[in-house]
């Protein structure tokens, strides 16, 4: 049986985020072991924010079952030991010590993805960083998987992401995503207040509005070709890009995330854009088109730190491409 860590939960205070105005000086200064102290406090950090956050449900479970042994203990404490009640509160509190939360459900979620999508990468960082374990389900795009009337009766638009929830299916990754946050609201990712729930909607708003399309337009051509013939094209596109990134590293100047002290789905949702875009730069198809986005600490340098901070989330690599890898 379980022994919640009632005493040790007392006392256990989870040392505060550096402010943003100390960041500087943890990871900035061009120094890479600073910046790696900065990386690993970081995902200590993150731990402990899980670990506390787990520890708190935990209580709250616990503190059912403990109402569920009342006075006269001694002659019905066996039974009510063995009742449904009792058993599912353990089975949760299981869960939770574990590594294996599931938010009580006896489901698994089901994500059906494909490699290199930053909208399934938005919903597989959202997962991950709510712990919850989900089953893959890689679709291979060569082989037209998302286009098999099995799959079309799931997501008629044949994209992905796909999100199965027991019995209720989603498309759409800022959906999905949103979805995530008000089943399973461990750690909130859409903002404690209206004020920061709107903030966030504004980043991802944007990102939707204006990153989105130019991104596309610049990403496409580096990685399928045939970009020569729409120089001009790419780079208005890319200048487009390059007064997003503008924005996003000036409120990311004062701050570790975009909204709020801790990530939210504004982070989540703009990163996986981020990155693809920083991966087609890096190519050497896009050499011809002078995008002016690389190297990243030199053009927009709390971006980059961004990245760093993110890449250093637990589980992170878990969500990594798997094709980038090769
Ligand atoms: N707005 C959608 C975009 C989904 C999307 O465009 N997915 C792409 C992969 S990045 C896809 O499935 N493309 C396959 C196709 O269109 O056939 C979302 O946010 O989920």
Same mark, same amino acid.
């Given at each position: 049986?379980?022994?919640?860590?009632?005493?040790?939960?007392? &006392?256990?205070?989870?040392?505060?985020?550096?402010?943003?105005?100390?960041?500087?000086?943890? *990871?900035?200064?061009? &120094?890479?072991?600073?910046?790696?102290?900065?990386?690993?406090?970081?995902?200590?950090?993150?731990?402990?924010?899980?670990?506390?956050?787990?520890?708190?449900?935990?209580?709250?479970?616990?503190?059912?079952?403990?109402?569920?042994?009342?006075?006269?203990?001694?002659?019905?404490?066996?039974?009510?030991?063995?009742?449904?009640? =009792?058993?599912?509160?353990?089975?949760?509190?299981?869960?939770?010590?574990? @590594?294996?939360?599931?938010?009580?459900?006896?489901?698994?979620? *089901?994500?059906?993805?494909?490699?290199?999508?930053?909208?399934?990468?938005?919903?597989?960082?959202?997962?991950?960083?709510?712990?919850?374990?989900?089953?893959?389900?890689?679709? %291979?795009?060569?082989?037209?998987?998302?286009?098999?009337?099995?799959?079309?009766?799931?997501?008629?638009?044949?994209?992905?992401?796909?999100?199965?929830?027991?019995?209720?299916? $989603?498309?759409?990754?800022?959906? +999905?995503?949103?979805?995530?946050?008000?089943?399973?609201?461990?750690?909130?990712?859409?903002?404690?207040?209206?004020?920061?729930?709107?903030?966030?909607?504004?980043?991802?708003?944007?990102? *939707?509005?204006?990153?989105?399309?130019?991104?596309?337009?610049?990403?496409?051509? +580096?990685?399928?070709?045939?970009?020569? *013939?729409?120089?001009? %094209?790419?780079?208005?596109?890319?200048?487009?890009?390059?007064?997003?990134?503008?924005? +996003?590293?000036?409120?990311?100047?004062?701050?570790?995330?975009?909204?709020?002290?801790?990530?939210?789905?504004? @982070? +989540?949702?703009?990163?996986?854009? =981020?990155?693809?875009?920083?991966?087609?730069?890096?190519?050497? !198809?896009?050499?011809?088109?002078?995008?002016? $986005? $690389?190297?990243?600490?030199?053009?927009?340098?709390?971006? !980059?730190?961004?990245?760093?901070?993110?890449?250093?989330?637990?589980?992170?690599?878990?969500?990594?491409?798997?094709?980038?890898?090769?």
């Amino acid at each position: 049986m379980i022994k919640p860590p009632f005493k040790s939960f007392k &006392s256990f205070k989870p040392p505060a985020l550096s402010s943003p105005a100390s960041a500087g000086e943890d *990871e900035g200064g061009g &120094s890479s072991s600073r910046c790696d102290r900065g990386v690993q406090k970081f995902q200590l950090q993150t731990r402990y924010n899980l670990l506390v956050a787990r520890y708190q449900t935990l209580e709250k479970v616990s503190r059912g079952f403990r109402a569920n042994i009342p006075v006269g203990w001694s002659i019905i404490g066996p039974r009510l030991l063995s009742a449904p009640l =009792v058993k599912n509160c353990l089975e949760q509190a299981q869960e939770l010590v574990t @590594d294996n939360y599931t938010g009580g459900r006896k489901m698994a979620i *089901e994500l059906y993805w494909g490699s290199g999508s930053p909208f399934v990468w938005r919903v597989m960082l959202t997962l991950e960083v709510k712990g919850l374990k989900y089953e893959s389900k890689l679709l %291979e795009f060569s082989k037209g998987e998302h286009k098999t009337p099995a799959y079309l009766r799931l997501n008629p638009r044949g994209k992905v992401p796909t999100l199965k929830d027991g019995d209720f299916v $989603l498309y759409e990754s800022l959906a +999905i995503m949103s979805y995530l946050d008000r089943k399973y609201p461990e750690p909130l990712l859409f903002g404690k207040t209206p004020e920061e729930t709107g903030l966030i909607w504004r980043s991802l708003a944007e990102c *939707e509005s204006y990153f989105v399309s130019a991104g596309d337009k610049v990403v496409r051509p +580096i990685f399928f070709g045939k970009g020569l *013939e729409k120089v001009e %094209e790419i780079q208005q596109a890319a200048q487009t890009l390059r007064h997003e990134l503008k924005m +996003i590293d000036q409120r990311l100047a004062g701050s570790h995330w975009l909204v709020g002290d801790i990530i939210s789905a504004a @982070d +989540i949702g703009v990163f996986p854009l =981020v990155q693809l875009l920083l991966r087609a730069a890096s190519k050497e !198809a896009a050499q011809p088109f002078n995008l002016g $986005l $690389l190297p990243l600490g030199e053009t927009f340098p709390y971006v !980059a730190r961004w990245v760093q901070r993110i890449e250093a989330l637990p589980n992170y690599q878990r969500t990594y491409p798997p094709h980038w890898r090769q």
